[in-house]
């Protein structure tokens, strides 16, 4: 992130990241648009926890038993989610054959990419894991929003105050601007997994 993008909000001094995956955000060239989104998908409340996968259920890799992922997963969990930009939004949606809506994605990249199965609500995301700091984040942390009440929306960071979602019905996963006029002033947390 940069420096001389100080916020009330959001004001992260540096993060890294590969090169592979700034590169990858600079070819995809997607601008951090903000605008009025529809989130009826992610608005349902809920509640859930993080259940670890055991080694050999479903063939996916075992996560670091200390409780939270490696650099490595995170960073995993991020080249994921940036896979599955312009793969339709479908409320209640879960696979990228058939649509996903925020949890969905999120649910999807974090069982693909380290094994971890998180609660499938926004409400239940938001207390998985550990709370983190705005200037602490990394790619893979979770993004929390206020859109249509407390934590009704997320998104994956994947770097340079960017984040992936599932932000509207008739619309596709995308890559947006954590400062963009839309998200900033709903910015409501960071989780770490």
């Given at each position: 992130m940069n420096a001389s993008k100080p916020s009330a909000v959001?004001?992260?001094?540096?993060?890294?990241g590969p090169g592979?995956?700034?590169?990858?955000?600079?070819l995809l060239g997607v601008a951090g648009a903000g605008g009025l989104a529809l989130?009826?998908?992610?608005?349902?409340?809920?509640?859930?926890?993080?259940?670890?996968?055991?080694?050999?259920?479903?063939?996916?890799?075992?996560?670091?038993?200390?409780?939270?992922?490696?650099?490595?997963?995170?960073?995993?969990?991020?080249?994921?989610?940036l896979g599955l930009v312009d793969t339709p939004y479908r409320y209640g949606g879960n696979t990228p054959q058939g649509g996903f809506d925020c949890?969905?994605?999120?649910?999807?990249?974090?069982?693909?990419?380290?094994?971890?199965r998180l609660?499938?609500?926004?409400?239940?995301?938001?207390?998985?894991?550990?709370?983190?700091?705005?200037?602490?984040?990394?790619?893979?942390?979770l993004v929390l929003f206020d859109t249509a009440g407390p934590f009704t929306h997320a998104g994956i960071y994947v770097g340079d105050d960017r984040f992936v979602h599932a932000p509207s019905?008739?619309?596709?996963?995308?890559?947006?601007?954590?400062?963009?006029?839309?998200?900033?002033p709903r910015f409501s947390g960071v989780r770490r997994v």
């Open positions: 959001w004001s992260v001094s540096t993060v890294s592979a995956r700034r590169s990858l955000l600079s989130l009826a998908g992610c608005a349902a409340p809920g509640a859930g926890s993080v259940r670890r996968l055991e080694t050999g259920d479903d063939g996916l890799p075992d996560p670091d038993p200390q409780g939270s992922l490696s650099e490595a997963q995170a960073r995993e969990v991020a080249f994921v989610a949890s969905g994605l999120i649910v999807y990249a974090f069982r693909r990419a380290a094994g971890v609660p499938r609500t926004v409400a239940g995301i938001a207390r998985a894991g550990q709370r983190v700091r705005a200037d602490a984040v990394r790619s893979g942390d019905t008739g619309g596709q996963v995308r890559l947006d601007g954590v400062l963009a006029r839309y998200w900033r």
